[in-house]
């Protein structure tokens, strides 16, 4: 039991100065610096995985950089292959900015959407690793705390990186080929980040059903890769997502911009379905 000299003497340390150089100085300063800290919450937790983590690093070299070379090779192609001793390949003497960017699409894009899958199989592998799923599920009150910041973060980190490619892209076409239409560019960066966000939201949707990050990776590619499918049937050919993914060369084939309308409108309802899904089956599942 403490005594009344006891407790006295605690508030006589308490009001105290600290001496420099003290051990009591020190704590004090660390007490100090933790009340000054930011509390670490979900959405800064996030942020922190992907900044810390190095992962923009793979973002910022599957868009921006890889993005930046494609109009360059399309535009200077015949002076590389000569330079490689390849005389005897038939390259197109009129390659146009269209060219440019299929080679941008093509590639980069490409490659970066595989990137953001597996970055988005890794945030939402929620109950991979018991110990960390305990962690978690005990220190949130409800289940969309689990799946929306983690998500959001990783589609933020993601369409940046795409914004970034995009602009550098379209400034290297003008540069390189001629003018290109503004709203063009515009048109095409705001549909291309529709369809990366119905992408993400496919890891979601295996998120739900699946634990393992390789298996929310291999789940969302497959459905990539057959979301084409319903284009053969007449009726749903103008309603297809998957028309999102080459709209920037769509449009600078003389493609309207009305007409991706009802893919954006199909992609944003199933963003936000499988989102939803992903939200009820994560919070009721049990580890």
């Given amino acids: 039991m403490t005594s009344r000299s006891d407790t006295a003497a605690a508030d006589v340390r308490a ?16 007490a100090a610096a ?11 937790l996030e942020v922190l995985r992907v900044v810390r983590t190095k992962r923009w690093l793979l973002l910022f070299i599957a868009y921006p950089v890889l ?17 490689l001793g390849a005389d005897g390949v038939d390259v197109p003497t009129d390659l146009t900015a269209d ?11 490409q490659i970066g959407l595989l990137v953001a899958l597996g ?52 400034a290297e076409i003008r540069w390189l080929f001629g003018p290109v239409r503004t709203d063009l560019m515009l048109y095409g960066i705001f549909f291309s980040t529709i369809y990366l966000l119905m992408a993400l939201s496919l890891v979601a949707g295996a998120a ?9 990776f291999g789940t969302a590619l497959i459905a990539l890769i057959v979301s084409p499918l319903p284009r053969l049937w007449k009726p749903l050919r103008g309603w297809s997502p998957d028309k999102l993914s080459s709209v920037e060369i769509g449009l600078l084939d003389g493609h ?21 899904l992903s939200v009820w089956r994560i919070g009721r599942r049990e580890m």
């Fill in 34 to 44: 933790v009340r000054r800290r930011r509390p670490l919450g979900l959405w800064r």
């Fill in 15 to 30: 009001d105290a100065p600290a001496v420099a150089g003290t051990r009591y100085a020190r704590t004090a300063a660390a």
């Fill in 208 to 216: 739900a059903f699946l634990r393992r990050p390789v298996a929310l």
């Fill in 119 to 170: 970055m988005c199989a890794a945030a939402l592998a929620v109950d991979h690793r018991p110990g960390l799923a305990a962690f978690y599920r005990t220190r949130t009150c409800k289940p969309w705390q689990l799946v929306l910041p983690r998500w959001t973060v990783c589609a933020g980190a993601v369409c940046l990186a795409n914004l970034v490619a995009s602009v550098i892209v379209w």
């Fill in 67 to 83: 993005g930046s070379a494609g109009p360059i090779i399309v535009r200077h192609i015949n002076s590389i292959l000569s330079a």
């Fill in 99 to 109: 060219a440019a960017m299929t080679s941008y699409v093509g590639v980069s894009g």
């Fill in 256 to 276: 309207e911009p009305g007409s991706y309308a009802g893919p954006a409108a199909v992609a944003l309802m199933i963003t936000g379905t499988l989102l939803g």
